[in-house]
């Protein structure tokens, strides 16, 4: 969006200078991506008058123009087709410097001498296109030098404008902005209409086919008027914005359009037949000639319709059958609000975008549709001399309120970590627009598109204050609640199994009805009634038969190391016939696994499976046991049930060898699988942070050789009842059977930490506690501590 200063400052006082105007955007979340100066680099370009104009002997398409410059007469030879008698141009002297650098030498060309140059839009950087050489109002002043002529010496800004902030899409937009950021009053656009008594109503009928697309359609008739070029004033400043002038009619609704940010389109009334607008969906097969001379197909595209055809492709672009041409008499004005889902799918569908349609398809503001239609209309008349017939046809089918949220003034501060008072956070949202009554906000419509939520305005109020004026601060390390989505802890536990060596495989949903039963499967097989194949014939209770198909897979392949998982969803009937969807995670552990992290490889075992699994449910903070299960499908004396609070949430074991073997296994095959869908929900508990110790930890270890009835967690249960609540952590870091080790017995090494919160731990006081947890092991468990 290119915003002349000039401009601006009709809407609002600007006192600083460019860049510190820039720089305050900027800071403010408005970036401005350049500053222009029109006219700083230009020098010695007047105004000239053609005084005659001769072809060339030899070259017909050279022109020999003799040219009034106010100090002398210039002869002067280019090739611009455009040009006759009386024509006023901007004329580069001899020594002029242009806007690109360049300077303006005489010369000879094709025999003939030239003392200067005609300029067109290019050569005055006003644009990157022309279609020939620029042709002056006629009361222009012959010799005035044309940066004064053009207006052309001022600042430009060039913001990147962000697609959700429609309301800055205008110059008005930006100094509302600045009056939010300066704390400045903010003036709105002047609209004056003067009205005949001649009815509009009379001469034009509105109907909305389609009120969903088209909620509100507003216009005015303006009949009289003479197409002309437009005020230079007003050229110049479309061309300082990037738009090529084309006559007084069409550069006022450009101009409007830039000036409050409502598209605009006129219409030949004597185009429209039976004078009639209907607001529709395209027929199939209609098509329409734009006004880029391109006829395309609707495909059921938003429509502007006459009695008869399509005249216009809704907030995007007009038709050429009602074209305002320089034979235009009488015209009609809209101004409109289109469901911006509608023209961004026209936009699509017809491969077209303009400046209309960029606007539209991100919601304009409803209350700026007559606004902007009165100026203009008001425009048109007096830069044309016509009349603006009574009363404004306005159809409306709905109505838009302004957006409602709840809002803390006391919640900004703890966002941010600032010390806003109470009275600089609601003058902060005054100069937004924002209404605050109680404990609501009332958002003003031109900012609907994007506030929805209380952390949307404590984001406006911290880029009005400043993001410079916020203190930087350090992160609180204290105890700290924090929440985790569903989403999020499925995200981390994908991450977290990938850094553990496994790769995550998306498989169907069907399985045959002959795969293996491995381990516990809920209720009753859905059976499809129209199954693709025999292979694919019931719903999959389990993960684990489709993971048993990638294994096989990929071994037929020469893969040697498997080791993968999926979370989806499993399906069964339960006792009442219904069909019910649950949350799985099923693993499977075959081969080498090589942790991501370090590179490590290691082969499965059961304490491996035990490793995993408390890595998953201690991230989800679910507390849970083991017990040890003779499981279908699964090796005897090598399983065991995931319980929580004496229910089952899942199995895990080494799978028995004849199916392991059909699936093509050779070496010790382990599957896990986890209900997940009813642990996320107990996971709706906060994990609990504590900070950083700041008394040191003790460590000691402990080495025991254990009979091959106890388990691991009871005898981490034992510790821990003893040690109390001086144990921070216990670690199996040892694991070894066999040699010098009796049979049916086991040798096991535990590291545990000790610390104490509140202060530091003596020798004497841990060497006296781990012996505690020495003879409680040996009385209660039977183990036999190795020294």
């Given at each position: 969006m290119r915003v002349p200063i000039e401009w601006l400052k009709e809407f609002i006082k600007v006192d600083i200078a460019p860049e510190r105007l820039a720089d305050r955007l900027t800071m403010s979340g408005l970036e401005v991506g350049a500053i222009e100066y029109h006219g700083n680099k230009m020098s010695d370009i007047v105004v000239g008058k053609i005084k005659s104009i001769e072809r060339h002997?030899?070259?017909?398409?050279?022109?020999?123009?003799?040219?009034?410059?106010?100090i002398k007469i210039l002869q002067i030879v280019t090739k611009a087709g455009?040009?006759?008698?009386?024509?006023?141009?901007?004329?580069?002297?001899?020594?002029?410097?242009?806007?690109?650098?360049?300077?303006?030498?005489?010369?000879?060309?094709?025999?003939?001498?030239?003392?200067?140059?005609?300029?067109?839009?290019?050569?005055?950087?006003?644009?990157?296109?022309?279609?020939?050489?620029?042709?002056?109002?006629?009361?222009?002043?012959?010799?005035?030098?044309?940066?004064?002529?053009?207006?052309?010496?001022?600042?430009?800004?060039?913001?990147?404008?962000?697609?959700?902030?429609?309301?800055?899409?205008?110059?008005?937009?930006?100094?509302?902005?600045?009056?939010?950021?300066?704390?400045?009053?903010?003036?709105?656009?002047?609209?004056?209409?003067?009205?005949?008594?001649?009815?509009?109503?009379?001469?034009?009928?509105?109907?909305i086919k389609d009120p969903d697309l088209c909620p509100r359609y507003t216009a005015r008739v303006v009949k009289g008027i003479k197409i002309k070029d437009s005020p230079q004033w007003m050229q110049d400043r479309l061309l300082a914005c990037g738009m090529r002038p084309i006559n007084n009619v069409v550069d006022a609704t450009n101009y409007v359009l830039l000036e409050t940010g409502q598209p605009l389109?006129?219409?030949?009334?004597?185009?429209?037949?039976?004078?009639?607008?209907?607001?529709?969906?395209?027929?199939?097969?209609?098509?329409?000639?734009?006004?880029?001379?391109?006829?395309?197909?609707?495909?059921?595209?938003?429509?502007?319709?006459?009695?008869?055809?399509?005249?216009a492709i809704a907030g995007v672009m007009g038709g050429s059958n009602t074209e305002v041409s320089s034979s235009t008499t009488d015209i009609v004005i809209e101004s409109a609000y289109f469901d911006p889902k509608t023209i961004h799918k026209a936009e699509k569908s017809l491969k077209i975008r303009t400046e209309a349609s960029t606007r539209f398809d991100r919601g304009v503001d409803w209350t700026t549709v007559p606004l902007a239609l009165e100026r203009a209309a008001g425009l048109i008349a007096e830069i044309s001399g016509g009349r603006v017939l009574k009363g404004m046809v306005d159809v409306k089918r709905s109505d838009r309120k302004a957006r409602q949220i709840a809002f803390r003034s006391s919640k900004v501060n703890d966002v941010l970590g600032s010390a806003i008072k109470p009275a600089e956070i609601s003058a902060i949202l005054k100069r937004l627009g924002f209404v605050q009554k109680g404990g609501k906000l009332s958002i003003p419509l031109y900012r609907a598109g994007d506030i929805e939520r209380e952390i949307d305005v404590i984001e406006e109020i911290a880029r009005i204050y400043g993001y410079d004026r916020i203190p930087s601060t350090l992160p609180d390390l204290g105890s700290e609640r924090i929440k985790r989505t569903t989403g999020k802890n499925l995200k981390r536990i994908r991450e977290m199994l990938i850094d553990l060596g496994f790769i995550e495989t998306v498989n169907y949903s069907m399985l045959s009805e002959k795969s293996p039963v491995i381990g516990e499967q809920k209720g009753?097989?859905?059976?499809?009634?129209?199954?693709?194949?025999?292979?694919?014939s019931v719903m999959r209770r389990s993960l684990i038969p489709s993971l048993l198909k990638v294994l096989t897979h990929n071994l037929n392949r020469q893969m040697d190391d498997v080791n993968i998982f999926e979370i989806d969803k499993v399906f069964y009937?339960?006792?009442?016939?219904?069909?019910?969807?649950?949350?799985?995670?099923?693993?499977?552990?075959?081969?080498?696994r090589m942790?991501?992290?370090?590179?490590?490889?290691?082969?499965?075992?059961?304490?491996?499976?035990?490793?995993?699994?408390?890595?998953?449910?201690?991230?989800?903070?679910?507390?849970?046991?083991?017990?040890?299960?003779?499981?279908?499908?699964?090796?005897?004396?090598?399983?065991?049930?995931?319980?929580?609070?004496?229910?089952?949430?899942?199995?895990?074991?080494?799978?028995?060898?004849?199916?392991?073997?059909?699936?093509?296994?050779?070496?010790?095959?382990?599957?896990?699988?986890?209900?997940?869908?009813?642990?996320?929900?107990?996971?709706?508990?906060?994990?609990?942070?504590?900070?950083?110790?700041?008394?040191?930890?003790?460590?000691?270890?402990?080495?025991?050789?254990?009979?091959?009835?106890?388990?691991?967690?009871?005898?981490?249960?034992?510790?821990?009842?003893?040690?109390?609540?001086?144990?921070?952590?216990?670690?199996?870091?040892?694991?070894?059977?066999?040699?010098?080790?009796?049979?049916?017995?086991?040798?096991?090494?535990?590291?545990?930490?000790?610390?104490?919160?509140a202060r530091t731990l003596t020798d004497e006081e841990v060497n006296k506690k781990h012996a505690e947890i020495s003879d409680s092991l040996t009385k209660k468990l039977g183990v036999k501590i190795r020294k």
């Amino acid at each position: 969006m290119r915003v002349p200063i000039e401009w601006l400052k009709e809407f609002i006082k600007v006192d600083i200078a460019p860049e510190r105007l820039a720089d305050r955007l900027t800071m403010s979340g408005l970036e401005v991506g350049a500053i222009e100066y029109h006219g700083n680099k230009m020098s010695d370009i007047v105004v000239g008058k053609i005084k005659s104009i001769e072809r060339h002997a030899t070259k017909p398409d050279i022109l020999i123009c003799q040219v009034d410059t106010g100090i002398k007469i210039l002869q002067i030879v280019t090739k611009a087709g455009n040009l006759k008698l009386g024509d006023k141009v901007p004329v580069a002297l001899h020594g002029a410097t242009l806007p690109s650098g360049i300077k303006v030498q005489k010369r000879e060309l094709h025999g003939v001498e030239s003392f200067g140059m005609l300029c067109s839009e290019i050569e005055l950087g006003l644009s990157d296109k022309a279609e020939g050489i620029m042709i002056l109002d006629k009361v222009t002043a012959v010799g005035e030098d044309i940066r004064k002529v053009l207006g052309i010496g001022g600042a430009v800004l060039d913001i990147d404008v962000l697609p959700n902030r429609i309301d800055v899409l205008s110059v008005f937009g930006v100094a509302r902005e600045l009056g939010a950021i300066l704390s400045r009053k903010v003036y709105y656009p002047a609209v004056r209409v003067k009205e005949t008594s001649e009815p509009a109503a009379k001469h034009l009928k509105i109907s909305i086919k389609d009120p969903d697309l088209c909620p509100r359609y507003t216009a005015r008739v303006v009949k009289g008027i003479k197409i002309k070029d437009s005020p230079q004033w007003m050229q110049d400043r479309l061309l300082a914005c990037g738009m090529r002038p084309i006559n007084n009619v069409v550069d006022a609704t450009n101009y409007v359009l830039l000036e409050t940010g409502q598209p605009l389109h006129a219409f030949d009334l004597g185009g429209l037949k039976g004078h009639e607008i209907a607001v529709r969906r395209a027929k199939q097969g209609e098509k329409i000639k734009t006004l880029d001379g391109e006829t395309r197909e609707l495909h059921g595209a938003l429509v502007i319709a006459d009695a008869e055809r399509p005249v216009a492709i809704a907030g995007v672009m007009g038709g050429s059958n009602t074209e305002v041409s320089s034979s235009t008499t009488d015209i009609v004005i809209e101004s409109a609000y289109f469901d911006p889902k509608t023209i961004h799918k026209a936009e699509k569908s017809l491969k077209i975008r303009t400046e209309a349609s960029t606007r539209f398809d991100r919601g304009v503001d409803w209350t700026t549709v007559p606004l902007a239609l009165e100026r203009a209309a008001g425009l048109i008349a007096e830069i044309s001399g016509g009349r603006v017939l009574k009363g404004m046809v306005d159809v409306k089918r709905s109505d838009r309120k302004a957006r409602q949220i709840a809002f803390r003034s006391s919640k900004v501060n703890d966002v941010l970590g600032s010390a806003i008072k109470p009275a600089e956070i609601s003058a902060i949202l005054k100069r937004l627009g924002f209404v605050q009554k109680g404990g609501k906000l009332s958002i003003p419509l031109y900012r609907a598109g994007d506030i929805e939520r209380e952390i949307d305005v404590i984001e406006e109020i911290a880029r009005i204050y400043g993001y410079d004026r916020i203190p930087s601060t350090l992160p609180d390390l204290g105890s700290e609640r924090i929440k985790r989505t569903t989403g999020k802890n499925l995200k981390r536990i994908r991450e977290m199994l990938i850094d553990l060596g496994f790769i995550e495989t998306v498989n169907y949903s069907m399985l045959s009805e002959k795969s293996p039963v491995i381990g516990e499967q809920k209720g009753e097989a859905v059976r499809l009634l129209n199954p693709i194949s025999e292979d694919l014939s019931v719903m999959r209770r389990s993960l684990i038969p489709s993971l048993l198909k990638v294994l096989t897979h990929n071994l037929n392949r020469q893969m040697d190391d498997v080791n993968i998982f999926e979370i989806d969803k499993v399906f069964y009937k339960d006792k009442k016939g219904e069909i019910n969807e649950d949350l799985q995670l099923g693993l499977l552990l075959y081969g080498k696994r090589m942790y991501r992290y370090d590179g490590i490889k290691e082969s499965p075992d059961f304490f491996q499976c035990k490793m995993i699994i408390k890595d998953v449910l201690d991230h989800l903070g679910v507390e849970h046991e083991l017990v040890q299960s003779a499981l279908p499908g699964l090796h005897p004396g090598r399983s065991a049930v995931i319980a929580r609070a004496g229910k089952s949430i899942g199995y895990f074991g080494e799978v028995h060898p004849v199916i392991a073997e059909s699936a093509g296994a050779t070496a010790p095959l382990y599957v896990i699988s986890v209900d997940m869908g009813s642990l996320l929900e107990i996971r709706k508990a906060s994990h609990t942070f504590s900070g950083i110790p700041q008394f040191p930890a003790v460590r000691r270890d402990i080495a025991m050789i254990v009979p091959g009835s106890v388990t691991h967690s009871s005898i981490v249960k034992e510790i821990k009842s003893i040690g109390g609540s001086l144990i921070e952590e216990i670690r199996l870091f040892d694991k070894y059977e066999g040699g010098s080790i009796e049979a049916g017995y086991v040798s096991l090494a535990y590291s545990i930490t000790f610390r104490d919160p509140a202060r530091t731990l003596t020798d004497e006081e841990v060497n006296k506690k781990h012996a505690e947890i020495s003879d409680s092991l040996t009385k209660k468990l039977g183990v036999k501590i190795r020294k």
